[in-house]
């Protein structure tokens, strides 16, 4: 008779599983509260102690740690010494473990959880029982996902439980127990440069391709993501996200989370703003998003940071989107957006965890990743350092925070040219900054609003000639962060040209 070592706090299709591998000729192992269940259904059943001969103890601390446990996994099967000293200490061996362990993820998400309560959640008999199942894969089946049962059953009953399917089971294992440690690593650590960056991510789904059609791709979160995030929103309509289009709305929800004022609306292409805007409510915000570059918007993403109404998902509908993103939509709404849109994407998301976003982002590069804090900072007009002898008219600066806000989401070399409640015209990633302020400028100057325009940059301006162009074409306030060396020759011709400058110390490159 082959033997089973059930233990799982998941308890999903445990009977069933259980009743078949009875079915199967297995004698069952079990502790705790796996235990009872078993014994609740009426499944044959022995306790771990019949097995150890010893009883739990430090409160069920210990219970499975014991050679009689963990000899009947790991002995070579055809080795015969080991199986010699099986037989003299009386050890039978253990053909399969299903194993799954203490909830340390969804203990530590319970508010006000305190760290004694999380040590006790920390499982350490079950990761080393399936580790040692999974090293011995060739002898043991290890399962611990309740997904597997029936493939294992399968397997049992017609005898094809072939090296490869053990092999998969086994490597699932170390996937489930390395994951589970690394959280605890996670809990636990609170450098922000350990020597060793240990994170974890669970499947979402399969993506049609990635940012190509030749290109493999999937989606992966993070088991605690925050609730501002894309691995928490809802889709409400349209058809399943591509590659492109969640990195395009991550994008969107980081520049969104800047505006919670007063209504807001963010239209985005290539994870470049096009158009931002804010009014007195979201139809005037969608209007002057729009109207920032009518031309780019179209196959873009726009998220907004109030509920979508009617009047707003009318003008929406009237042209091509992949996404639209919102805190909620009206029914109606709702309604104007789904018909015959039956590809546009609809999300929804709790916009009022904005600001509690994760402060750390991770890029991978070849043969490893860097990491650092998000670009959190956002300055104010306390901030502002005004180094030109013409001083900004209080319109100005404030057209100055706008823009000073958006610039930091635009792709360097960013040059972004704004009134104070829409953008209207950016210049994006640029290989040399005067080409990104022409672009702005020539996307801007024939709007009317350009009148009252300001130009933001994310970085310095490394000689002169920027200011010189943006004052020629009707630029009259600047602000960059400054720190060239030249400094004093861009500050010179906003003098001689009439141009109030500004600089923040802080410079916003997003590469």
Known sequence: MKRALLSVSDKTGLVEFAQKLVALDFELISTGGTLKALAAADIPVKSIETITHFPEMLDGRVKTLHPAVHGALLAKRDNPT???????????????????????????????????????????????????????????????DPKDYEAVIEALQTQTATPEFRLQLAAKVFRHTAAY???????????PEPEKLTLTYEKRQSLRYGENSHQQAAFYVDPLAQPYSLANATQLHGKELSYNNLRDANAALQIIAEFTDQPAVVALKHMNPCGIGQGSDLLAAWQKAYDSDPIS????????????????????????????????????ALEILETKKKNLR???????????????????????????????TSETVADFEVVSQKQPTPEQLAALRFGQTV???????AIVVTTADRTLGVGAGQQNRIDSVKIAIEKAQSKPEFKNAILASDAFFPMDDSVAYAAEHGITAIVEPGGSIKDKDSIKKADELGVALVFTGVRHFKH
């Open 346 to 376: 609809l999300l929804t998301l709790d916009f009022t965890q904005a600001k509690s976003a994760a402060d750390r982002e991770v890029t991978a590069v070849m043969g490893g990743a860097l990491i650092q804090t998000g670009d959190q």
């Open 297 to 332: 918007i179209f196959g873009g993403i726009v998220a907004l940071n109030r509920e979508v109404d009617a009047a707003t998902a009318e003008k929406m509908h009237g042209i091509f989107l992949e996404i639209i993103i919102a805190p909620s939509f009206s029914k109606e």
């Open 181 to 191: 440690d690394a959280l605890i690593a996670q809990y636990f650590t609170t450098d």
């Open 82 to 144: 080991h199986m010699q000293m099986l037989a003299e200490q009386g050890i039978e061996t253990i053909d399969l473990v299903c194993v799954n362990l203490y909830p340390f993820k969804e203990t530590i998400e319970k508010p006000g959880v305190t760290q004694a309560e999380a040590i006790e959640n920390i499982d350490i008999g079950g990761p080393s029982m399936l580790r040692s199942a999974a090293k011995n894969f060739a002898a043991v089946l290890p399962v611990v």
């Open 407 to 413: 610039v930091k989401h635009v792709k360097s070399n």
